[in-house]
């Protein structure tokens, strides 16, 4: 039944996905009333879907979501859309190389479904004074790797925060906090 889809009687609806399997479902029933936190998500939704159409309308853009959804058995569409939708993820801020001598390292572990585009750092002392900020580079070719090097000395590191702000391609931004 290729491209097959539609409603079976008024119970059941039915759809080919992209790998060519068919799915079927109970229908779904709208209950009639939208909560705040429903209407957002749907504005979230669509701003989701303007976004995928303008990432289509580049063509370099188009093929990086179309090599990065093709493993996963997705359109480039899908896949903008996704990227859109998800935030990237601080998995690990090692602090261990952190002495607050100048040359230091911070390494940071990050993912997203698609790609980080940016890790910065801000380095700020116990009274809320900014000792440095910058951007970490990336190790290795992972993809999830950063580090950042110190460049402030850092005499008394308790109450240090350490601020990590990811930022993906949609500009989906997340800015975690570890304080020393």
């Known amino acids: 039944m290729k491209g097959a889809s539609g409603m079976l009687g008024n ?8 790998n060519g399997t068919l799915i079927m479902a109970n229908r779904p029933k709208p209950s009639g009333y939208q909560t705040d936190k429903q209407i957002l998500t749907m504005l979230r939704f669509e701003e989701g879907v303007q976004y995928a159409k303008a990432q289509m309308a580049d063509p370099t853009s188009k093929a990086e979501y179309a090599a990065a959804g093709a493993s996963k058995g997705r359109s480039a569409h899908q896949t903008a859309m996704t990227d859109f939708l998800k935030k990237p993820r601080m998995i690990e801020c090692n602090t261990d190389g952190y002495l607050g001598v100048i040359g230091n390292f911070i390494d940071i572990k990050a993912i997203d479904d698609f790609k980080i585009m940016s890790v910065n750092v801000k380095i700020t002392n116990a009274a809320g004074t900014v000792l440095e900020q910058g951007t970490a580079t990336p190790q290795g070719q992972t993809g999830f790797s950063y580090r ?5 000395a850092n005499a008394n590191r308790v109450g240090t925060k350490i601020a ?5 391609k949609p500009g989906n931004v997340v800015i975690e906090i570890k304080v020393l």
């Open 11 to 18: 119970t059941v609806v039915y759809r080919e996905a992209k």
């Open 164 to 168: 990590v702000t990811l930022r993906d």
């Open 148 to 152: 950042y090097t110190t460049t402030v």
